[in-house]
T-cell receptor, first 113, second 118 residues
Framework: GESVGLHLPTLSVQEGDNSIINCAYS??????FIWYKQESGKGPQFIID?????DKRQGQRVTVLLNKTVKHLSLQIAATQPGDSAVYFCAETGIQGAQKLVFGQGTRLTINP | DAGVIQSPRHEVTEMGQEVTLRCKLI?????LFWYRQTMMRGLELLIY????????DSGMPEDRFSAKMPNASFSTLKIQPSEPRDSAVYFC????????????????FGQGTRLTVV
């Protein structure tokens, strides 16, 4: 029979373009958020994090934006490269000081040459 | 630092057999997470420990699953007896919990153990 799995949101961008990956979270008490990148056959890899007392944080080619009002998180990747092709997950901790890290379903980013 | 080390990388076992997955934390980390990843359910948190103490095991599927931290740097996840529906990639992750503050730190993941139960 047909296998049914998660239908990951997908995003395809041209190499060199900027990409924006979005994530909605449900717990208004979440105070720490992380973006992870997972390549095929590997474990999730930390990209960038942000705490709830901030609304923007920048890294190398990546920017995370946090909108607590609408409980929305985004990851912007500038000048995408083929190596950026992966599944991207947002993760949150639900209770201040706690360590339970809950992951979203992920977005598959494909970079077209 | 070698990062989080999981073993074995691949495990194929027959239904009913006991399976033990192993994880070595990054030195200095005191929080340990076990996750399971499948196509059907994505990345699920099974259990996590702080300072060797299990804090939340609500994600453990059933009594066939058990996890331990015999010391501060090592953990095992055991499935007994294993079933075909346990087939998945199991990830271990560690982080450093900042006590006395509101800070958390990012979790670092191992490469995972791909378990196939036939």
């Amino acid at each position: 029979g047909e296998s049914v799995g998660l239908h990951l949101p997908t995003l395809s961008v041209q190499e060199g373009d900027n990409s924006i990956i979005n994530c909605a979270y449900s717990n208004s008490a979440s105070d720490y958020f992380i973006w992870y990148k997972q390549e095929s056959g590997k474990g999730p890899q930390f990209i960038i994090d942000i705490r709830s007392n901030m609304d923007k944080r920048q890294g190398q080619r990546v920017t995370v934006l946090l909108n607590k009002t609408v409980k929305h998180l985004s990851l912007q990747i500038a000048a995408t490269q083929p190596g950026d092709s992966a599944v991207y997950f947002c993760a949150e901790t639900g209770i201040q000081g706690a360590q339970k890290l809950v992951f979203g379903q992920g977005t598959r980013l494909t970079i077209n040459p | 630092d070698a990062g989080v080390i999981q073993s074995p990388r691949h495990e194929v076992t027959e239904m009913g057999q006991e399976v033990t997955l192993r994880c070595k934390l990054i030195s200095g980390h005191n929080s340990l997470f076990w996750y399971r990843q499948t196509m059907m359910r994505g990345l699920e948190l099974l259990i996590y420990f702080n300072n060797n103490v299990p804090i939340d095991d609500s994600g453990m599927p059933e009594d066939r699953f058990s996890a331990k931290m015999p010391n501060a740097s090592f953990s095992t996840l055991k499935i007994q007896p294993s079933e075909p529906r346990d087939s998945a990639v199991y990830f271990c992750a560690s982080s450093r919990a900042l006590t006395g503050t509101t800070g958390n730190t990012e979790a670092f993941f191992g490469q995972g153990t791909r378990l196939t139960v036939v």
